[in-house]
Nanobody, 120 residues
Framework: QVQLVESGGGLVHPGGSLRLSCVDS????????MGWYRQAPEKQRELVAL????????HYADSVKGRFTIARDNAKKMVYLQMDSLKPEDTAVYYC?????????????WGQGTQVTVSS
């Protein structure tokens, strides 16, 4: 019922930067709490960063704190993950996620993911 689309992944050298973007088909990302997750091969899916609906409070995993920034563009109804000082251990597929808690579209939604590879 709701489609999420991520973009911005790619190949980058250690110490480089990427910015990921997420947009939903209903343009309601800013209404609900939204998270960026990542999953490396043979690893558990991990919460990377979170931004709440409305107030826009943020939370970061310890592994990315100080290097990654999650932000919302209210005019464009898009959510971003700015990733700086990238490390090889950041290599993973990154997914955006939201939980729609009201209305007939309520449910858990995931994007298809975008690959981030950090390598020399």
């Amino acid at each position: 019922q709701v489609q999420l689309v991520e973009s911005g992944g790619g190949l980058v050298h250690p110490g480089g930067s990427l910015r990921l973007s997420c947009v939903d088909s209903e343009r309601i990302l800013g209404i609900y709490t939204m998270g960026w997750y990542r999953q490396a091969p043979e690893k558990q899916r991990e919460l990377v960063a979170l931004i709440t609906g409305g107030a826009g409070n943020t939370h970061y995993a310890d592994s990315v704190k100080g290097r990654f920034t999650i932000a919302r563009d209210n005019a464009k109804k898009m959510v971003y993950l700015q990733m700086d000082s990238l490390k090889p251990e950041d290599t993973a597929v990154y997914y955006c996620n939201l939980a729609v808690t009201t209305g007939d579209k309520r449910g858990i939604y995931w994007g298809q993911g975008t690959q981030v590879t950090v390598s020399s």
